[in-house]
Each structure stands twice: as structure tokens, then as C-alpha cells.
């Protein structure tokens, strides 16, 4: 396995720690592209519940650049929604 993502890549997963239990929540990746449009990936929480994941689809590294992702979590329970920190990742042509 490689430590790099690259232009076309496909199966990796991203992993966002939110830090405090999400179990039955809503979630999904909010993404910046390197030409500045705001895309949403779905994503899943992880199986120790304090995380989110999304493994990248085909399409959907299609530009070289910093890409910027960010956890979007709405509780099951519907006492708190919001978006967690910016995460950077780099993607290679």
C-alpha cells in the first residue's frame, strides 16, 4: 500500500475522529475541492462510534491538490447538529 492519494485513486477510506460518542447518528463528508466547489460524500460511523468514514468512489479525487473534509454529524436524538474541524489531504497527480 502506498502513503500518497492520487488523481483517479479509489477504495481508500477516509477516517474523521469527532470525538465523543455519534452512535445513531446522521453524518456525511463535507469536502472542499482544490478548485473551491463544496461537494458532500456520504459516510458512515465507524465502528467504535466516535468517527466517521467514507471510502473514495471512483470520480471523485479528480483533481490534483489539497482537498479539505470535514465531519457533518446530526445526533440521533436531535439535541445537537453541526460540522467538526477541516481536515487537509493532499492528492497527487
Known sequence: ???KLFVGDIGTVIVLDVG???TGA???MRVKKPDGSIVTWDAVVTDDATGISHTIAAGELNESGIYRV???VALADAS???SGDWANIEVYK
Open 70 to 72: 470535514q465531519a457533518v
Open 1 to 3: 500500500m502506498k502513503n
Open 80 to 82: 445537537w447538529s453541526g
Open 20 to 22: 465523543q460518542d455519534i
Open 26 to 28: 446522521t453524518v456525511a
